[in-house]
């Protein structure tokens, strides 16, 4: 008999976690899903904000298509010093 207390005492710790869990999910799930409806409506409401967006979208364009040209440059330059290793040795 004491061990069919034990049993039921972790069956209902289990099942307790689960629906913490779960109830953790779900309201950020929602809560999640509302402050993003509110957010929406209130970009569109502000064009400023969106031409502020598409500045940042531009900016950060720019500075992928720049990296890319220093990284390129940089296996370049690796590439020279490599070789230039080999026909010195």
Do not use: C, H, W
């Not at 598409?54 to 720019?62: D, F, M, S, T």
């Amino acid at each position: 008999m004491p061990g069919d207390l034990g049993i039921v005492i972790a069956l209902i710790g289990v099942l307790s976690g689960v629906g913490v869990l779960a109830g953790a999910f779900f309201g950020a799930y929602f809560f999640g899903k509302s402050r993003g409806q509110r957010e929406s409506m209130l970009t569109n409401r502000d064009p400023e904000l969106l031409t502020r967006l598409n500045r940042v979208e531009q900016i950060v364009e720019a500075t992928a298509i720049e990296i890319e040209r220093i990284s390129e440059g940089q296996r370049f330059t690796t590439k020279l010093l490599s070789e230039r290793k080999e026909i010195e040795t």
